[in-house]
């Protein structure tokens, strides 16, 4: 069974597809677009089948999700000039905060580029600067070009082959009625079925190209989502475009999209990365998935019982799902951030960061909850 329909799978029956889909453009303007009809399954299996392994193109990011106005230098004077923390954990807290919150802010640009298995690069370029993620065989590297910082990370051996091994084994674990792609696309939406209408929408274009819509949408009004859509390309089946829809907003919330792709693939230099003359480089530690030592004699293996009490707890199903972070799970340093007195209001029983989609509490005991939901359940969960 093809890997593509497993690699996008989480995308259309998780509704965290909310928390992912940051980055998009509407649909684009045209002449009518006319294709032959599809089922919800049919448009699933060309998803499914779809054979993209390189391409290149340009992403436009636009959120409208009511966060409030901030100022994003709060407590940025714990952070070194240089863009790399003063030793301090609520500069260097900071500092992820504010990434976060510029992404979710506004508009942005990517230039993304996909060679094949293991090479990806994302290129975020705001107007001098320039940030960049490459992934190239074992190495992931990590540049700011305004403090000229970049991170490296060498993947261990072990986690591609134990993913494959994991992949492989997949088919021979599912039950038989689960076989080829066609059943688990039909189990797939029987399983949405309970929570999530599942249609095809109107025929679109997505930077130039036909694409298919595939639309979910609650069933429940327990929630602050009224629609995911998830534009598939007619002729490829590569899925060029998510949107999200909130309740009582005519404008999307989320957009993340192609407004331009080349399927040619990209030449090879593009995911050959060497940090520029004066960078400062850190090496950064990744678990083996073997729980043996690496590098430098460090055993970086993940011993589960360092986590008891400390792993994200999930009560409710589907678009009404709330997540509880245990306060052991809580950084000690997010109550001295600056920055979420900005984000957050007061609120009985904590404080609480109230999006269009999203809404966060932040309880007194240190208990963190988060859903697509309104705060009121947050607070009953908390209870």
């Known amino acids: 069974m093809s890997g593509n329909f497993l690699r996008w799978l989480p995308a259309v029956i998780v509704p965290a597809v909310v928390v992912a889909a940051v980055i998009a453009v509407p649909l684009q303007a045209g002449a009518a677009v006319d294709l032959p009809d599809k089922t919800p399954e049919q448009v699933l299996l060309l998803v499914n089948d779809s054979t993209v392994s390189t391409f290149s193109g340009t992403v436009a990011q636009s ?79 990590l540049y700011d070009s305004s403090s000229n910082a970049a991170t490296h990370l060498r993947l261990p051996p072990d986690l591609s082959a134990a993913a494959a091994e994991k992949l492989a084994e ?28 599942v249609s095809v929408g109107t025929d679109a274009r997505v930077a130039g190209r036909s694409v298919y819509q595939l639309v979910l949408t609650p069933r429940t009004t327990d929630t602050l989502v009224a629609s995911v859509s998830i534009a598939v390309d007619a002729e490829t089946g590569l899925p060029l475009q998510v949107t999200v829809l909130a309740v009582g907003q005519s404008t999307p919330a989320f957009q993340v999209g192609f407004t331009a792709i080349d399927f040619a693939a990209p030449e090879a230099a593009l995911f050959d990365f060497v940090p520029p003359a004066g960078a400062t480089v850190t090496e950064q530690a990744v678990p083996n998935l073997s729980g043996t030592v690496g590098e ?40 001295d951030n600056p920055m979420i007195d900005q984000l957050t209001t007061a609120v009985d029983g904590g404080r609480a960061l109230k999006t269009s989609l999203l809404t966060v509490f932040l309880a007194g005991d240190g208990r963190v909850f988060a859903g697509a939901v309104p705060l009121a359940r947050l607070q009953a969960a908390a209870e």
């Open 296 to 335: 430098g004699g460090v055993d970086h293996s993940y011993d589960p019982s360092k986590a008891a009490g400390a792993v994200p707890i999930v009560t409710g199903t589907g678009w009404s799902s709330i997540t509880e972070v245990p306060a052991a799970a809580v950084a000690a340093e997010l109550g």
């Open 170 to 197: 997949l088919p021979s674990q599912l039950p038989s009625d689960l076989s080829t792609p066609s059943q688990l696309a039909e189990r797939v939406l029987t399983e949405l079925e309970p929570s999530t209408t």
């Open 63 to 141: 959120a409208d999700l009511g966060l409030p106005s901030l100022d994003l230098g709060a407590g940025m004077n714990e952070v070194a000039p240089t863009g790399t923390s003063t030793g301090t954990s609520t500069g260097s807290s900071t500092v992820a905060l504010t990434t976060a919150l510029e992404l979710l802010s506004g508009s942005h640009d990517f230039r993304v580029y996909a060679g094949g298995e293991n090479r990806f690069r994302v290129q975020v370029k705001d107007r001098m600067d320039e940030r960049d993620v490459i992934h190239n065989g074992s190495d992931v590297w």
